[in-house]
């Protein structure tokens, strides 16, 4: 049955609108426009109809999910073989439901000749611009399918004068780092391969048209914590098309008779003020995804780098005082408290306290820290086991491994096989028991070596361990949440290597770098706030010279830079001076001051890590107090030599006619946007909160 051609359907979100229409021939759904509410009322600005010599109409059009049928040539989302070899699935569409308000659109399709369903799933979640995008697939046919590339999705963006690509890249110690690419003509890739989103590319990429950086920006996202893939092709005719979805590491999906298959969500983002607004619109997404849960997140310590595996009760302790007194929340002990857990060459899998460490018992423990008015957290690995374990000695079997061939370890450690339900069990019910054991308020779950194994004892054929792996993670993340409402998780994956936005929904905050050393830290926050909104930016003042960048910055300036997001120290403390931890104590009572803006307010990302300007600004949902932090990058640009002038910070989104004051220093909003916000560097003053309210 084919359903009424040339139907179009428009999704509204807070600012934006996505229109999409099956053309009359019904073989698949295109764009219209995607951009600032009314966009689709006139031409199409991505809609080709002039001809498309040496390549079929597909590789031109605007295809939302294209079939190798539909674009042989310049790159289909989905890619179907029959068991016999056989490619090329053709789709005629059938039907469409879009709600009342404009928000959920479902369109199908089918394939008369293997049966193959496709349902294109849209919903604009409320309050947002942002459209999450997904696609289920099932087998209707008389034999079993196989998914050879499961994209997720293809957005299309009009680049007249070229493409500008924004993208994040790393390495551990190094990750989020914003990079700019223009594309002219081509291909541009990124992905994982790793099982794990990774820290060499984030799920995440930008575009804009070269000849308006700040002008429109769309931006694409994978909700995906396994291995994925995003390229972004700019065709002759000056659109550039972005896919985006798993990458399917282990072979192809095997995709049975009468079976359903959900591919992960893919969202789109748009905003027509360049790259900070397209922030904005993450930033607003993910708070939704926290729902209840975006709460100022408490102030924390982790021992980490005051103890490293050398934790035992009485030093921890010794912190925990400390810490107490210059206003800590959360107290976490991170790696080293657990048997067999010296270093990095055993102990993971075997989830005791080890009673050497804790002589009077980890509850006693535990008790003593929350007497000193703290919250208790503590750190696990569970998907790791080291080869000296116990676990691994019971279950040598539970690692990924191919048949004959030996393991492969990384830090010392294999991975547990979590797609295999009795692996699952362990890992939730060992994180179940210690909650429910022991007094605990704060998890951090680390994740520090991806998959390099793609095997399974004894396995047979195509097995989807990706697939099955991630989906498990999220559904222990879930129970978790669920059973222990009031525990929040950090993610953490050797830094930033797991972080994407169906991480984001399940976790309550991430560690995005081991990098704290004051100048990194500030370009791996750039990087990560673009992305990511403050609520999941945990952030440390540790010691100076740091393990990574040793370019002195004052204790101020560490501060100010882990106020940009979750306030924490991981310091050892106890070699603080009265006057160290007194400045302390006065940063983290002031960062409680300004924590709600922070959590809620709306961020604009000022200058950069390689500018003299840099600073971060949250304006109050309510629009009384604008908080600024500003940072000295470095450059002091004559002053104290020439006579200078101080560096003036642009403010954004402020009403111009109101006026804003700091103690007895006083501006006009416009005054603050034309000009901007003085801030004087010295070499000893070189970072400052502001706090602006509004007269
Ligand atoms: C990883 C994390 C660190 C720390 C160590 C502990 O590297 O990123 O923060 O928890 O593991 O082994």
Known sequence: MTAEAGQRWTLRGAHTEYTVT????????????????????????????????????????????????????????????????????????????IDAGQRELA????DPVTGLRATVHYLVPDG????????????????????????????????????????????????????HVELGHGT????????????????????????????????????????????????????????????????????????????????????????????????????????????????????????YFAVEAESQLALARIAAELGVETFVVDDGWFVGRNDDTAG????????????????????????????????????????????????????????????????????LDLGR???????HSTVDGLLRRYDIDYLKWDFNRPRTEPGRPGGVGPLDLDGAHVANLHRIYER?????????????????GRTDLAMAARADVFWPSDNTGPLDRLAIQYGFLHANAPHLLSSWVTDAPGLFDPRPRTLAFR?????????????????????????????IARYKEIRDVVTRGEVHLIGGPDQARCAVQYTAPDERRVVVLAWHTGRLDGAGLLPSRPVRLPLRGLDPAARYSDGDRHYSGSHLAAVGLPVRWSATHDADLIVLTRD
């Not at 369109?107 to 089918?110: H, R, T």
């Not at 995008?133 to 299309?156: H, I, K, M, Q, Y």
């Not at 339900?421 to 890992?427: D, I, K, N, T």
């Not at 409402?485 to 994956?493: F, G, M, S, T, Y």
């Open 348 to 415: 993971l899998g075997d989830w005791t306290p080890d009673p050497a460490k804790f002589p009077a018992g980890f509850d006693t423990f535990i008790a003593e820290v929350r007497a000193l008015g703290l919250n208790f957290g503590l750190w696990v690995e569970p998907e790791c086991v080291n080869p000296k374990s116990t676990l691994y000695a019971e279950h040598p079997d539970w690692v990924y491994v191919v048949d004959g061939r030996p393991l492969t370890p990384v830090r010392n450690q294999y991975l």
């Open 188 to 307: 541009f890739g990124i992905g994982s391969s790793q099982g794990v989103p990774g820290h060499l590319h984030v799920p995440w990429l930008a575009v804009r048209d070269t000849a308006d950086p700040a002008g429109p920006a769309w931006g694409m996202a994978l909700a995906w914590t396994g291995s994925w893939e995003i390229s972004a092709e700019r065709d002759t005719g000056g659109l550039t098309r972005v896919r985006a979805g798993r990458q399917l590491v282990d072979g192809p999906l095997e995709l049975a008779v009468g079976e359903r298959l959900s591919l992960p969500v893919v969202t789109g983002a748009y905003s027509p003020d360049g790259l900070d607004g397209l922030a904005q619109v993450w930033h607003t997404h993910q708070r939704l995804l926290a729902g209840d849960r975006l709460t100022p997140r408490p102030v924390l310590y982790n021992s980490w780098e005051a103890t």
């Open 128 to 179: 947002t611009d942002v459209v999450q995008r997904w696609v289920e697939l099932t087998n209707d046919g008389t034999a079993p399918l196989r998914v050879v590339r499961a994209g997720s999705g293809g957005f299309c963006v009009p680049t007249p004068h070229g493409a500008l690509l924004s993208h994040q890249w790393g390495q551990w110690s190094q990750e989020f780092q914003l990079s």
């Open 22 to 97: 099956v053309p009359a021939h019904g073989r698949w759904l295109e764009l219209v426009a995607w951009g600032p509410h009314g966009v689709s009322d006139g031409p199409s600005p991505v809609a080709y109809d002039g001809p498309v010599p040496f390549l079929t109409a597909g590789d031109a059009a605007p295809i939302e999910y294209a079939t190798d049928a539909d674009r042989p040539f310049t790159g289909a989302d989905l890619v179907i073989e029959t068991v016999d070899g056989k490619r090329r699935v053709g789709f005629v569409h059938t039907d469409a439901r």
């Open 107 to 110: 369109v199908d399709f089918a």
């Open 559 to 587: 501060f100010v830079l882990a106020m940009a997001g979750v306030l924490g120290i991981g310091a050892d403390i106890r070699a603080w001076t009265p006057a160290e931890r007194a400045e302390a104590a006065d940063w």
């Open 421 to 427: 339900p009795e692996v699952a069990e362990f890992v």
């Open 480 to 496: 978790l949440r669920r059973d222990h409402p009031d525990v929040l998780i950090e993610a953490c994956a050797g830094g930033g």
